[in-house]
């Protein structure tokens, strides 16, 4: 499985650095023309190359450039240094699990009510899809307002409310359909065991929508984690990866921009294979097929 | 004190209503359900407002309803030229280029098993990724009118959407695909006939997602740098006068918008698939 597949995604990953390069060269080449005709001088395609590799504020950054900039921000800092790509990307994941934990929790507890209690389905599950059609980046700075006038002064609330509110639907979604997986026979089962409710949930429902909940965790983080970042962007929060974003944006500085995306695809990444490790190790100790 | 009673009064009325409708026969029509949530997004409405009144919460922490409404009315021009420019021209534009980009490539990879291997995985990662990250990046190469909006909400659609139409074409039975090489059906006949019609539930589910990203792309993009219209200038340029009602309203109208878009993708999409068991009445 993994070797048929190592080749084409191989492959796949040189094109994308290829074309990372040519582009490169493509859109950087204009910076190294307009100095060589401000200079008088003229130059030739050869020496254009080498110069858009190594600008200081390149258009688009080549992949070493932005490498070298990721593994300054990375290892050549102390942890604890403001312009530490470590420390913010801390700040960052601390915001996401917060708002990872948060989400699951309400996701859960709705689906639980949901599936318990008809008139919650009828009247929560529509608006809770509609909460979702609102751009939750409208409200990101209005909760920072509302939660600094009221004298929450931790920058850590309202992203982790950010990131909750966006984390919570995926569980919700999964919980509701994992709850009711359970077919008649098995339900039949129970009540003529005489379960209570809480019997037939703790001992049926639960463990049956186990796979769903973990299916959803997967979607669920990214989204916390793309929330967070968005509660970091408009708010002139001074940490995390959406802050560096911010900054790098507002002072011209390409290259922290970069660095940052890239620290925030690795932290994606590395979450998410977190994730499935976990739903790898609970299916196997709750003896699901492999 | 009277407000505060109230709205919690009419919450428990309203609540206590919706559990008797919700049990009725009539909760088990289109009408009821309908009914029932209607209902209830009222009663937030008045608890809302019970409670701003109630507790005397000031207008620059959380305006009431009553008083965003009056706002809305009052500035509709200016929010018209915000929907216009964010919506309009920086969500939709991106979304419609994303979306046919997205088509025509899952149908080119479709061709090509090599690229299936190579690219769903990649495509299923980049997915998960914050792409909103990309937004000042391409505000920078495109400038501050909406173009880059569009830009930016081209990428992030691009990926969720290819993946779905990827596993919508390969979606197809064993026995109709049989069934086409017993008719020698060519290529074009294939797709046309059966792989497109057969990837329509998974495309319309990957539209489904991408229009809530659509809209928060086009908003988040105008954070990075915009003319002095639109959503997100408008959001964050108010935030900072404390000028919450106007916030609110905006809020307002961006969530009708996306409600709005999503309904009408619904629609598009029973129209569609109405053969596909989740769209049986």
């Known amino acids: ?290 | 004190m009277i407000w505060l009673v109230g709205a919690v009064l009419v919450w428990l009325g309203a609540w206590a209503l919706n559990v008797r409708l919700a049990a009725s026969a009539f909760g088990r029509t289109r009408a009821g359900r309908l009914a029932v949530a209607t209902l209830f997004g009222i009663t937030l409405l008045v608890l809302w407002e019970g409670l701003v009144r109630g507790l005397a919460v000031s207008p620059i922490i959380l305006p009431g309803p009553s008083v965003i409404g009056p706002k809305i009315a009052a500035s509709l021009p200016t929010l018209w030229a915000d929907f216009v420019q964010t919506v309009v021209k920086g969500a939709l534009s991106g979304f419609a280029i994303g979306t046919a980009a997205a088509f025509v490539a899952a149908i080119a990879i479709d061709r090509s098993p090599f690229l299936q291997k190579g690219l769903l995985p990649i495509g299923n990662f980049v997915s998960a990724l914050p792409i909103v990250g990309l937004a000042p990046v391409l505000v920078m190469w495109f400038g501050f009118d909406w173009h880059s909006k569009a830009a930016v909400v081209v990428v992030m659609v691009f990926f969720p959407l290819l993946v779905n139409m990827v596993a919508g074409l390969q979606a197809t039975d064993p026995l109709h695909r049989d069934l086409m090489a017993t008719y020698s059906a060519s290529y074009p006949q294939r797709l046309m006939k059966l792989r497109l019609p057969a990837a329509m539930p998974f495309f319309f589910n990957g539209l489904k997602i991408a229009a809530t990203l659509a809209l928060i792309g086009a908003i988040v993009a105008e954070f990075f740098g915009s003319p002095i219209v639109g959503m997100g200038f408008r959001i964050s340029t108010e935030v900072g006068r404390l000028g919450l009602d106007m916030v609110w309203a905006t809020i307002a109208v961006a969530a009708l918008s996306g409600s709005a878009l999503y309904g009408l993708i619904a629609l598009i999409e029973s129209r569609v698939t109405f053969w596909h068991p989740s769209q049986r009445k």
């Open chain 1, 1 to 290: 499985m993994m070797t048929d597949r190592a080749l084409p995604v191989l492959t796949v990953l040189l094109a994308i650095f290829a074309l990372w390069y040519a582009a490169a060269v493509w859109m950087n080449a204009k910076w190294v023309y307009d100095q060589a005709s401000r200079a008088g001088t003229t130059v030739t395609l050869a020496e254009v190359i080498p110069q858009t590799m190594a600008q200081p504020r390149p258009l688009l950054p080549p992949p070493h450039q932005v490498a070298t900039e990721l593994w300054k921000g990375v290892a050549a800092q102390a942890v604890t240094s403001k312009r530490s790509l470590v420390y913010h990307g801390y700040v960052t994941f601390r915001g996401t699990m917060m708002g990872f934990a948060l989400g699951i929790a309400l996701g859960v507890g709705l689906a639980m009510a949901i599936v318990r209690f008809r008139v919650m389905e009828l009247s929560v599950m529509p608006w809770a899809i509609i909460s979702q059609t609102i751009p939750i980046v409208a409200l990101a700075p209005m909760i920072l307002t509302v939660s600094n006038q009221m004298g929450i002064d931790n920058r850590e609330v309202p992203k982790a409310i950010i990131s909750a509110y966006l984390s919570f639907f995926p569980v919700l979604v999964s919980m509701v359909k994992g709850l009711r997986s359970p077919d008649q026979m098995q339900l039949d089962l129970l009540s003529t065991y005489g379960a209570s409710q809480g019997q037939t949930f703790w001992k049926l429902r639960l463990p049956a929508s186990m796979p769903y909940f973990f299916a959803s965790l997967k979607v669920a983080i990214a989204a916390a984690l793309v929330g967070t970042i968005i509660g970091e962007l408009p708010t002139g929060a001074i940490e995390g990866l959406g802050a560096r974003m911010l900054i790098g944006s507002q002072f011209g500085e390409p290259l922290i921009m970069w660095a940052a995306l890239f620290a925030a695809a690795i932290l994606a990444g590395g979450l998410i294979v977190i994730v499935g490790l976990i739903e790898r190790m609970a299916r196997a100790r709750m003896g699901a097929p492999a």
